[in-house]
């Protein structure tokens, strides 16, 4: 099992910014990162390979970018111009599988960060 630490949530303003972190104890083909607002199931925010492929929520593309740094086996989430509907606990995932029409969670999840954006 790959042991998740997430660091980066916070209180932010509409339009603002924040940068979300996840350090993986060992490697991993894939990470993303998934949120769940209160009273709704977790989903998928964005995700990432090391081969590059990436996928989006249709709600953040455009806003977010998902990024992995293999050598640190650290996967970030650049949140710009956010919204008070982006409040939701951000977990980490790894060990999911991604492709150009699916993602589907592995079973290694982060404790979970919290972001409040508010107006």
């Known amino acids: 099992q790959v042991q998740l630490v997430e660091s980066g949530g916070g209180l932010v303003q509409a339009g603002g910014s924040l940068r979300l972190s996840c350090a993986a104890s060992?490697?991993?083909?894939?990470m993303g990162w998934y949120r769940r607002a209160p009273g709704s199931q977790r989903d998928l925010v964005a995700a990432?390979?090391?081969?590059?492929?990436?996928k989006y929520a249709d709600s953040v593309k455009g806003r977010f970018t998902i990024s992995m740094d293999s050598a640190k086996n650290t996967v970030y989430l650049q949140m710009n111009s956010l919204k008070s509907e982006d409040t939701a606990v951000y977990y980490c995932?790894?060990?999911?599988?991604?492709?150009?029409?699916?993602?589907?969670?592995?079973?290694?999840w982060g404790q979970g960060t919290q972001v409040t954006v508010s107006s």
């Open positions: 995932n790894a060990g999911g599988v991604i492709t150009s029409t699916i993602s589907v969670p592995g079973t290694n």
């Open positions: 060992g490697s991993t083909f894939s």
């Open positions: 990432v390979t090391r081969g590059g492929r990436t």
